[in-house]
């Protein structure tokens, strides 16, 4: 089993829709939780980080955790061609891998003009 | 505010050759230091990280190697560089633990 996964895409959503990004990790003692979004040739750029289970938003993004299905969501509100990116799960494992990040391959999402 | 710099850009070298690698970071004391590569078609692999001057976890083996002189600065190295080698090398930072990384804009490494 993959330590972090994502489904690879491409995830392709009309412009004004709703994205909905998944993710699964497999070490139950995971503490945080992150979202990047990593455009083509840059560097990735964090966007939302989470801690504790329930809803986080942040203007037109929401991530939403679920430790006991060990699971991790990141929604985008009225998504706009400038969405158009790959999208990272990250994950800290804690306890002796405090300052390890697990990366999932990211899901790519198209937002159609 | 906090900021991260990284340099080259880009790189192509051949393959035997060495690599220097810089990062550093400004508007912060004290940070923890990454180093990671992401190859084409797989995901972002942390080669390594410091939580201190001199102080340096390694890992993945390979012919890599990294050092921190300063507080701010780290610096990824090879004396002989391998076609596998090859990729997208990012240096990032945090605080704490758990904390958010912040990544740097990378430097894309062609081995020829």
């Known amino acids: 089993q993959k330590e972090v996964e994502q489904n690879s895409g491409p995830l392709s959503v009309p412009e004004g829709a709703i994205a909905s990004l998944n993710c699964t990790y497999s070490?139950?003692?995971?503490?945080?939780f992150f979202w990047y979004r990593q455009y083509s040739g840059k560097s990735p750029e964090l966007i939302m980080s989470?801690?504790?289970?329930g809803d986080k938003e942040d203007g037109r993004f929401t991530a939403q955790l679920n430790k006991a299905s060990q699971y991790v969501s990141l929604l985008i509100r009225d998504s706009q061609p400038s969405d158009s990116a790959t999208y990272l799960c990250?994950?800290?494992?804690?306890?002796?891998?405090?300052?390890?990040?697990?990366f999932g391959k990211g899901t790519l999402l198209t937002v159609n003009p | 505010s906090q900021t991260i710099h990284q340099w080259p850009a880009t790189l192509v070298q051949p393959v035997g050759s060495p690599l220097s690698l810089e990062c550093t970071v400004e508007?912060?004391?004290?940070?923890?230091l990454y180093w990671y590569r992401q190859a084409a078609g797989r995901g972002l692999q942390l080669l390594f990280y410091?939580?201190?001057?001199?102080?340096i976890s390694s890992e993945v083996p390979q012919n890599l190697s990294a050092s921190r002189p300063q507080d701010r600065q780290f610096i990824l190295s090879s004396k002989k560089l391998l076609l596998s080698d090859s990729g997208f090398y990012l240096c990032?930072?945090?605080?704490?633990?758990?904390?958010?990384?912040?990544f740097g804009p990378g430097t894309r490494l062609t081995v020829t």
């Open positions: 990032a930072f945090s605080q704490g633990a758990l904390d958010e990384q912040y």
């Open positions: 508007g912060t004391s004290n940070p923890n």
């Open positions: 989470i801690y504790s289970n």
């Open positions: 070490d139950r003692g995971s503490q945080s």
């Open positions: 990250a994950v800290n494992r804690g306890g002796g891998s405090n300052y390890k990040l697990t």
């Open positions: 410091s939580v201190g001057i001199g102080q």
